[in-house]
């Protein structure tokens, strides 16, 4: 063999064995990769048993168990490699870019408050509630009319409105909860048995305030509720927290009110009236509004106090359209501890909502694995949400895109509790037909060999309950995935916002798996598109989609 033919003949063998070493370096880093695109149980019922423990002492806003949380969910995120998603760091902390603050007030009402409507005088906590998230140390009723209007609801596309030919600018309004769908169990009329949001109590007060109205009394019936009085009671009365705007919240409702029926009937019958009667009237658009014989009188005195909370944001950044964001979330927050007689007692929260957040770091951990071997075009943005549990505060303060406007917003992936138990054949889907994003889970559902299975408690409102609904206020398209109570009969019962809602070691996780490989989907799906959801059914939210993105 020529010196020139051999050197060829080695010139060769060593390019052979130089492409052979790196496909397979490559194909180990691959195999390395395709391993932690795998859900890892271990690692989620880890972070679960941390942020439910003692030591974060039910992961209360404002307290040190805030602190520990705030600072083991940016550490979790650094370590992935995401990184802080607000440009402006947040206090001295080596972390703060990973951290949004939430100013908050705190708003302590005097519990000694009495309402007088007429002759009759009603007791705070057992005859109604009365709070404000006005910023002011005393709020006045002095002898305001009242009014009944039906639903209190104005909604131009079922052509209904309760406040037609009538004047509540000062007065005092009562309305019905849920809406006139309900009532009926029409699905002609709204959208029959499943709530609307003009069936929310946040709708009614929101409402009433662009009416001009100075107070709300809303009528507690338990199955139009969904809850009885007792869960009105302890959600409305004791210290409340609220975003605070630079007219110290004036635009709000200056009286947010609930009513017991039976104290509602005596308001009626001094009237003159029937409460029962002119109830079934209010089923009916051609309703109009009556006015009532009596005068309210209510001083309430309010404790002032200011503090701020934080949410936890952490990004990867998209290789093609980095300012698209598929947001992933989950409130952090619960209800920390209460101090009693007998002791303390710790709000764990362990499905609601550590298993929530466990979900989004283990989401972030494989979005992440998955970025670095193809990068995603568009960013992923992962959001751990404060004080949803005292009125979706976080998620309404991060809605107001200081961090990121919503018409950069694609989509939000929001979880309120998983299921912890045994893997089911279904995933529970809330609303029906309003937006596109329904038809993706369809798609990725269909994937696993499973079913989707529409809210089987439609009349509780539960879309219009959780942190993504402040982004739908504003028109960001959204999917809810919720298992509190679906696979555990005995959770709403005896766990649900209660001090057994602790992490077990019992737990499968078999849900946690196979719906974390469903939310990946998703998202990954949606990372990769230049698709933008739309709403289906004509509604606010459309409205305010279709007006941002024009912008």
């Known amino acids: 063999m020529s010196p020139i033919l051999f050197f060829c003949f080695i010139g060769l063998r060593l390019k052979s ?3 052979l070493s790196f496909l397979l370096i490559n194909f180990a880093v691959f195999a390395d990769s395709k391993e932690h695109f795998s859900v890892d149980l271990p690692l989620v019922a880890e972070h679960i048993k941390v942020l439910a423990s003692d030591k974060f002492a039910g992961r209360g806003p404002l307290t040190q168990g805030e602190a520990l949380t705030i600072e083991y969910l940016a550490t979790e995120y650094q370590k992935m490699g995401l990184v802080g998603a607000n440009p402006n760091q947040v206090g001295e902390s080596a972390l703060g870019h990973y951290y949004q603050a939430v100013p908050m007030a705190q708003i302590t009402p005097d519990p000694n408050i009495m309402l007088k409507i007429g002759d009759l005088s009603l007791q705070s906590g057992a005859d109604f509630t009365a709070r404000t998230e006005q910023i002011s140390e005393k709020i006045e009723l002095d002898n305001t009319p009242l009014v009944f209007v039906g639903y209190g609801i104005n909604a131009p596309e079922y052509n209904w409105n309760d406040y037609a030919n009538v004047d509540v600018k000062g007065k005092t309004v009562i309305v019905l909860v849920n809406d006139p769908g309900f009532a009926t169990q029409d699905p002609e009329i709204f959208t029959g048995n499943a709530m609307t949001y003009y069936g929310r109590w946040t709708y009614k007060y929101e409402e009433a305030a662009r009416q001009g109205a100075k107070a709300v009394l809303i009528v507690h019936e338990t199955a139009p509720a969904a809850y009885p009085w007792s869960v009105v009671e302890s959600s409305n009365t004791g210290s409340k927290y609220t975003l605070v705007d630079a007219s110290d919240n004036a635009s709000k409702l200056p009286i947010m009110g609930w009513l017991q029926l039976a104290a509602t009937e005596d308001i009626f019958e001094q009237s003159g009236l029937d409460y029962q009667v ?27 106090s200011h503090a701020t909370s934080h949410n936890v944001i952490a990004k990867i950044e998209g290789s093609k359209y980095p300012n698209e964001y598929l947001l992933v979330g989950a409130h952090w927050d619960h209800f920390g501890t209460k101090k009693t007689p007998s002791g303390d007692i710790i709000y764990n929260g362990a499905v609601d909502n550590a298993s929530g957040t466990a979900g989004t770091l283990e989401m972030a951990r494989i979005l992440m694995a998955k970025h670095k071997v193809n990068p995603f075009e568009r960013s992923i943005l992962f959001i751990n949400f404060t004080a949803e549990e005292t009125g979706l505060i976080g998620s309404e303060q991060f809605s107001k895109g200081e961090i990121i406007a919503t018409k950069d917003m694609v989509a939000l992936v929001n979880i309120d509790g998983m299921n912890v138990l045994d893997e089911v054949d279904y ?29 089987p408690r439609p009349q509780n409102g539960l879309f219009f309950r959780s942190d993504h609904f402040s982004m739908a206020k504003q028109g960001v398209p959204s999917l809810l995935f919720m298992s509190l109570g679906d696979t555990d009969p005995d959770y709403i019962a005896h766990k649900y916002h209660k001090a057994a809602d602790d992490y077990s070691s019992d ?21 990769n598109s230049s698709e933008w959801p739309k709403w289906k059914m004509p509604s606010d939210f459309k409205t305010a989609r279709e007006v941002d993105l024009a912008k």
Do not use: C, P
């Open 507 to 527: 737990w499968s996780l078999g849900g946690v798996k196979q719906d974390i490989e469903l939310m990946v989907d998703i998202t990954e799906t949606l990372a």
């Open 427 to 455: 995933i529970l889907q809330y609303g029906d037909g309003l937006s596109e994003m329904e038809d993706y889970l369809v798609a990725a559902t269909a994937k696993q060999n499973r079913r989707v299975k529409l809210d």
């Open 278 to 304: 002119l109830k079934k009237q209010a089923l009916s658009k051609r309703f109009r509004a009556v006015t009532l014989k009596q005068n309210v009188n209510l001083t309430l005195k309010n404790e002032i």
């Open 17 to 19: 064995l130089f492409t």
